[in-house]
């Protein structure tokens, strides 16, 4: 996927002669998330829109993520023979904790580098099909130094909202400014504008300092200048994301490239890379609440709670007198299982539905489509933008 030289004429672009693009390197991408889960799932999406123009994708996971997806029949999304999943280790031992965002982001940043590199050596020898070009989730940005270093066309993608991409180039303005230090951490608490037409926000709702432990704030803030640096360096930055959307964000860092919302449109939405095992049922159980009724309650892959946190929650639900739909996915709490509050079960009845991990996309074109629901909830527990464009209130 080398980049070609276009003549402009008129705001048209001329291609190089056909015998050019006979000596044209077959395109062949690496593509490299960051290993959560609202990032793998539009990364995935964008690998499989690359596939359809028959573009090679080996599509690059940690251990860990690679075995979550390939034990959760991975096989049924019809990737296709033109993208190749493979992994790379993340520097943690088998057994340590990856919920542990602090040292799981400061390992990738010690060993995935190297790896990657390995890993691109290993299948220029063996493989007949070179690699031309990296993607890297925006939050990988040092993949594209990678890229540099070897000599190949590079990308990056953010997979979230462009305005959490403003925050991070905007970085060192913030601490210009005073409105953060150097390692990230906010010195004041009043409402910032990252432009005229934006949103103001709090300087402690910035994307990286959603922790209460400074420690993790710091070692989450060493990936900002890294994305920073990856817009400056490579020849793309690709959005997840549309101007219709987000039109002041884009007008502020112009340079961006909009090419979503990725959704799994064409494939009756049914998303590839999900970590767990989705729940259909709640489909036909939302088919039979009221009009605008239900509230629906779903967090990322790395969202923690403790057991009171959980037990506020679960009280708020049931208080609530409402219809629920409530995501509670395997690790969601310190505790080995969540507890329910005794007697929780029974108390809330049908009125309830609780599941391990729900088909996200469906269920946001369920409740679009019949305006079953009254309040999305969807708290940012951790520093991932985890969204899905349009979940609002309504």
Not at 286 to 299: E, G, K, M, N, T
Not at 319 to 348: H, N
């Amino acid at each position: 996927m080398s980049r070609q030289k276009y003549r402009h004429i008129n705001n048209s672009k001329v291609l190089p002669k056909k015998n050019s693009l006979k000596i044209m390197a077959k395109p062949h991408v690496l593509i490299i998330p960051y290993p959560a889960q609202g990032h793998v799932i539009p990364t995935m999406e964008l690998a499989q829109r690359l596939a359809k123009h028959k573009v090679r994708v080996t599509f690059i996971n940690t251990e860990v993520t690679h075995k979550l997806l390939t034990s959760n029949c991975l096989d049924k999304d019809g990737l296709g023979d033109l993208v190749q999943m493979v992994s790379i280790p993340d520097g943690l031992e088998p057994w340590e904790d990856r919920s542990d965002v602090r040292k799981l982001t400061l390992s990738i940043l010690q060993t995935m580098p190297r790896k990657l590199e390995e890993l691109i050596e290993t299948i220029n020898k063996e493989d007949s099909s070179k690699v031309t070009c990296i993607i890297a989730d925006g939050f990988m940005g040092w993949a594209i130094r990678v890229a540099k270093k070897i000599g190949i066309s590079s990308a990056a993608f953010w997979p979230a909202s462009v305005a959490t991409l403003a925050s991070f180039l905007s970085f060192q303005k913030l601490i210009d400014d005073g409105i953060i230090n150097n390692n990230g951490i906010p010195l004041s608490d009043e409402m910032i504008q990252l432009s005229e037409t934006m949103p103001p926000i709090k300087p402690q709702n910035l994307a990286w300092t959603c922790f209460e432990d400074s420690a993790i704030v710091e070692a989450i803030f060493k990936l900002v200048p890294q994305a920073e640096e990856a817009s400056r360096l490579t020849e793309w930055f690709i959005c997840n994301s549309c101007p219709e959307l987000e039109a002041a964000a884009f007008s502020l860092y112009p340079q961006l490239l909009p090419i979503g919302p990725l959704q799994a449109s064409n494939r009756l939405a049914v998303q590839a890379g999900n970590f767990w095992q989705e729940d259909s049922t709640c489909l036909a159980w939302l088919d039979q609440q009221p009009v605008s009724s239900v509230i629906y309650i779903a967090f990322g892959s790395f969202t923690m709670f403790n057991q009171t946190q959980f037990d506020e929650l679960a009280h708020g639900l049931e208080l609530s007198d409402r219809p629920f739909l409530w995501v509670v996915r395997p690790g969601m709490t310190k505790e080995t299982t969540a507890d329910y509050p005794d007697g929780y079960i029974e108390r809330i009845g049908s009125r309830g539905k609780i599941v391990s991990w729900a088909p996200q996309q469906k269920v946001s074109i369920h409740l679009l489509g019949l305006m079953k629901i009254k309040v999305f909830c969807c708290r940012k527990m951790n520093y991932h933008a985890q969204q899905q464009k349009g979940n609002k209130k309504r």
